[in-house]
């Protein structure tokens, strides 16, 4: 590990201390610990699918050696690379739920200009340049929405679709289904 991973390790572990003194005399329909597990798990795969690190690790290497392989080098390559796909899928839905709990976090913030501006460094140093427009996004939104406002007549509510979809119990398993077909269809090919 690089000086300069330490140094952003260290930025990563202040930005989550300052998004878990939130929980001091708050109620949220999650524990902190469900937070940590989201925010360790995004911060994780967000710092393994960083454009910058692309090395073959050893245990990569080794088993084309043993094999025999024609091609190592390219055996190698092709196996980085579907690796890296899988990564990048599963960084992609932890970002997902990260995104969600830090939403019930942000609404029940007093500082909520300060948590965006944390959340946006965080999305900076991850290089996660979708979430920072997520972020970016949802500052705008607390920008035009500052007064909270009952609905007196329902028929008039603006329909939002992000926020009235239903959520499903089984999200990665419905996507690796998916990814595994496609995978046994190409294989078959």
Known sequence: MSESDSKIELEIEEIKKIFESNFLNKTFPFSIYEFRETFDR???LSFEVRENIKEIAPAE?????????NNINLAEICLNR??????SFHQKLAGRDF???F???????FDSPMLIKQAIR????????????????LSNESLQT???????TPEDEIWKSEKHK????TKISTNLQALTARANLSNKN
């Open 122 to 137: 965080l999305a900076d140093l991850l290089n996660d340049f979708e979430a920072r427009k997520l972020f970016e996004n």
């Open 99 to 101: 995104f969600e709990i």
């Open 146 to 152: 500052k007064v909270k406002q009952t609905v007196k």
């Open 82 to 87: 579907r690796n890296r796909k899988r990564l």
């Open 103 to 109: 939403r019930k976090l942000f609404d029940k913030s």
């Open 166 to 169: 239903p959520l499903t119990d």
């Open 42 to 44: 995004y911060v994780g």
């Open 61 to 69: 290497t080794e088993l084309f050696r043993i094999t025999n392989h």
